[in-house]
């Protein structure tokens, strides 16, 4: 079975088909500094059998310090004693005239697959390298609360991306998102009193979803549906934060409606009465008893009223280009040609 190489995209195989064969016997083992000192497992029968194994150049301090390997001769001299004895060449990719000599030759190419979520190690590097001395001055300035706005704004664009169907703008802004969790993640560990980095805050995230799933990774019977799903994470959620009310825990920083509706839910959940729900007549009762209605009948409030508020901001760009269209400038509509050109739009 072969596998392609994270860097190079090359395979794990046998001899070249347009090998000379000279050098039949002989292996080049690419490996990924990203994952650490780590030879792939494919390589080690080539290894026991090699009478040297050498180290090419562009392989990390690191790994180069873990394999306590020779450099790797020139070109010609490389490929002369692979032609007389199997030799194993421990390369960063096939770049290196090493490399593509000894696999002219003949010798084999062994290489693992990167797991899947490599690149972020990458992610993860850049962003230290950025806050580290020597890097960037603006990053190094940022702290958790200058770096809410951005955290908000970025979460506003994916939301976006997402509402557009904008394949290519939902995966850059998925990036722009990660990037604040990376720089939260790196800002927290410089803190002197409690610091914690990148590796605690998954490690905490890899707990939470398998203790929140215990339908998936233990015995546990009571999750049927989507419904008893929801019900379970409460009834979780609640024991583990040692919660003392059902509105514990509600972020109360989001927008006012998706909040009116997360309350309302967390209330129908508890069987609250509907009639308890704020029924006065000033306007933030009005809207959150609106607002309340809809998610307890299963709709998403902050969904609907952003779909209602799209589609108006499209009828005004519609009804302003049928005044243009007219030969008027929107700006001197007034109450009757707006009318007019509303009509007009057609939507």
């Given amino acids: 079975m072969s596998s392609a190489h994270p860097v190079t995209g090359e395979h794990s195989e046998g001899p070249s088909s347009t090998s000379d064969g000279t050098a039949t016997g002989s292996a080049v083992v690419l490996v990924d500094d990203r994952l650490g000192d780590v030879l792939p497992a494919a390589a080690m029968p080539a290894v026991r059998r090699a ?69 972020l190690l990458d992610a993860v590097t ?15 300035e940022q702290d958790h609360d200058s770096l809410r706005r951005y955290l908000v704004e970025e979460t506003y664009e994916l939301l976006d991306a997402i509402q557009q169907r904008d394949r290519a703008s939902l995966r850059e802004e998925l990036g722009d998102v990660l990037l604040q969790v990376l720089f939260h993640s790196r800002v927290a560990a410089e803190h002197a009193a409690d610091p914690f980095g990148v590796d605690e805050v998954a490690a905490e995230l890899v707990s939470k979803m398998v203790s929140r799933h215990p339908h998936v990774f233990a015995e546990d019977d009571t999750v049927h549906d989507a419904e008893s799903q929801h019900l379970r994470w409460d009834e979780l959620k609640q024991r583990e934060k040692q919660r003392e009310s059902i509105v514990d825990g509600v972020a109360t920083g989001q ?4 909040l009116a509706a997360k309350l309302a839910q967390r209330a129908g959940r508890a069987d609250l009465p ?22 307890l009948e299963g709709a998403d409030p902050e ?13 005004v760009r519609a009804a302003e280009a049928a005044a243009r269209a007219a030969g008027q400038d929107p700006a ?16």
């Fill in 51 to 119: 009478s040297a194994v050498y180290a090419a150049e562009g392989l990390s301090a690191a790994t180069r310090s873990a394999l306590q390997l020779p450099a790797a001769p020139a070109a010609e001299a490389l490929l002369a004693q692979a032609r007389r004895e199997p030799v194993v060449l421990i390369v960063p990719d096939l770049l290196s005239a090493q490399a593509r000599e000894l696999r002219a030759a003949g010798a084999s190419l062994i290489g693992a697959a990167a797991p899947v979520g490599v690149e």
């Fill in 126 to 140: 850049v962003m230290d390298r950025l806050r580290s001395p020597g890097g960037c001055p603006w990053d190094a």
């Fill in 255 to 258: 927008p006012a409606a998706a």
């Fill in 274 to 295: 509907e009639d308890l729900l704020p029924t006065g007549t000033s306007v933030g009762d009005r809207l959150f008893g609106l607002v309340a209605r809809a998610r």
């Fill in 303 to 315: 969904d609907e009223l952003r779909a209602s508020a799209l589609a108006f901001a499209s009828r």
């Fill in 332 to 347: 001197t509509c007034n109450g009757a040609d707006w009318r007019r050109y509303w009509a007009a739009s057609g939507e």
